[in-house]
Nanobody, 126 residues
Framework: EEQLVETGGGLVTAGGSLMLSCIAS????????IGWFRQAPGKEREVVSC????????YYTNSVKGRFTITRDKAKNTVYLQMSSLKPEDTAVYFC???????????????????WGPGTQVTVSS
């Protein structure tokens, strides 16, 4: 059974850093484009960052550019989201998602993704 799980969330003060991990089981992430999304209380889920299946192309929403970095480790079947200079407005539940595509394209639309993790809470205090 294909599953994703996010780890690494927690409570951090503004300006701090966290690294989220998206770990896959039941499938090889090499063949999948991955996206990180987040949902803050009372708001719709939004795309944060994406990476293509081959790892050559990445996307960042404007509010996280220069602060977040998405990478993938094939050996560990894991995709990471390194978050730095965190702000209170980054507080949300963060989800990773996967869709089968091993090429150089990434997807920013929720509807493009087949598999989702349960999410991990990130709270940034001021």
């Amino acid at each position: 059974e294909e599953q994703l799980v996010e780890t690494g969330g927690g409570l951090v003060t503004a300006g701090g850093s966290l690294m989220l991990s998206c770990i896959a089981s039941g499938f090889t992430m090499d063949d999948y484009a991955i996206g990180w999304f987040r949902q803050a209380p009372g708001k719709e889920r939004e795309v944060v960052s994406c990476i293509s299946g081959d790892g050559t192309n990445t996307y960042y929403t404007n509010s996280v550019k220069g602060r977040f970095t998405i990478t993938r480790d094939k050996a560990k079947n894991t995709v990471y989201l390194q978050m730095s200079s965190l702000k209170p407005e980054d507080t949300a539940v963060y989800f990773c998602a996967a869709t089968y595509y091993s090429g150089d394209y990434y997807y920013t639309s929720e509807g493009s993704y087949s598999y989702w993790g349960p999410g991990t809470q990130v709270t940034v205090s001021s």
